[in-house]
């Protein structure tokens, strides 16, 4: 067991979560963290993904958290965009759903604009 005390930094734990569970609560990550995607698949509302601090880089060449490294994750927006397309979808529908949400997201990361 590691002894925190003794002059070692504790490391963050980082979990995988469903594109719709991201999206539906993009509030509760810290706005300057990032969403990390597969680089090698199409994404869609199962798609498996983490939300990153995109400056704890351990290597500055590759310029990428370990833990995207290791899962073969590419940088896809800032928590604060996905935060700003949430608000945008659910200004548009109230009731927005699962579907909405990842409609959204997806058709501004392709065109950089809203929907």
Same mark, same amino acid.
């Given at each position: ?14 979990? @995988? ?20 995607? &597969? ?13 990153? %601090? &995109?400056?704890?880089?351990? %290597?500055?060449?590759?310029?990428? &958290?370990?833990?995207?490294? %290791?899962?073969?994750? @590419?940088? $896809? ?7 700003? #397309? $949430? @608000? ?5 529908? $109230?009731?927005?759903?699962?579907? %909405?949400? $990842? ?11 809203? #929907?």
């Amino acid at each position: 067991m590691e002894n925190l005390s003794g002059g070692r930094k504790e490391k963050k734990s980082y979990n @995988m979560h469903k594109l719709t569970y991201i999206l539906e609560n993009s509030n509760l990550f810290n706005w300057s963290d990032a969403l990390f995607l &597969p680089e090698d698949e199409v994404w869609n509302k199962e798609t498996e993904g983490m939300v990153l %601090d &995109p400056d704890e880089v351990e %290597d500055d060449v590759v310029d990428l &958290p370990k833990e995207a490294i %290791d899962n073969n994750f @590419m940088y $896809v927006l800032s928590m604060q965009m996905i935060q700003s #397309i $949430v @608000m945008n979808v659910k200004e548009q529908r $109230v009731e927005a759903s699962e579907e %909405d949400l $990842v409609e959204a997201f997806l058709f501004y990361y392709d065109n950089d604009a809203y #929907i």
